[in-house]
C-alpha cells in the first residue's frame, strides 16, 4: 500500500540522533502514526484483519506499545516485529531508514538534512563571544 509521507530525493543513512528520538517517541502513539501514514483503523483493532499489503492474515498486537503485528502471508512464511517493521511490511519493504522518517514525519520530527549549516551557526556564534571576550 502507499503510505503517506514524503520519501528522500535522494537516499542516504538516516541520521542516528533522528533515528532515537523518533524511536523514544513513538512509544504508545502506534495507533496515531499509523492512521496518519494512510493505514485503515479497520485492521488495528486487534483482531484479524487482511493486510493491506500482501493480503495474508494480519493481526495488530500493540503488546508493548511499540506497533508489534504478525502477518502470515499466503505464500511464504510470517512476518512480525514492532511498528517500525510494521512500517516496513506495509510500505512495500520499505528500507528502515525510510521507515524511521516516515514514522518521524507522523510525529512531526523533521530530520536535518545537512548538519554543516548548523555548525557554521555555532561557529558564527563563538566568534562574537570572542569578540566580547576581548
Ligand atoms: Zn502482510
Known amino acids: 500500500m502507499q503510505l503517506k509521507y514524503t520519501a528522500p530525493r ?3 543513512r538516516v541520521d542516528p540522533e533522528y533515528r532515537d528520538r523518533v524511536r523514544e517517541m513513538s512509544s504508545g502513539r502506534w495507533f496515531t502514526i499509523l492512521q496518519t501514514l494512510g493505514v485503515s483503523a479497520q ?21 508493548r506499545d511499540r506497533g508489534e503485528f504478525i502477518c502470515r502471508e ?3 512464511s510470517d512476518i512480525y516485529g514492532d511498528g517500525f517493521a510494521l512500517v516496513r511490511h506495509l510500505g512495500g519493504d520499505l528500507g528502515f531508514d525510510d521507515a524511521v522518517r516516515a514514522v518521524g ?12 549549516p548548523e555548525k557554521r551557526a555555532h ?11 576581548l
Open 10 to 12: 535522494a537516499s542516504r
Open 43 to 63: 485492521i488495528l483493532t486487534g483482531e484479524v484483519a487482511t493486510c493491506p499489503e500482501c493480503g495474508g492474515s494480519f493481526k495488530f498486537l500493540n503488546t
Open 74 to 76: 499466503p505464500r511464504s
Open 105 to 116: 514525519e507522523a510525529l512531526g520530527q523533521r530530520e536535518l538534512s545537512d548538519r554543516a
Open 123 to 133: 561557529r558564527a556564534w563563538r566568534g562574537t563571544i570572542d569578540r566580547w571576550a
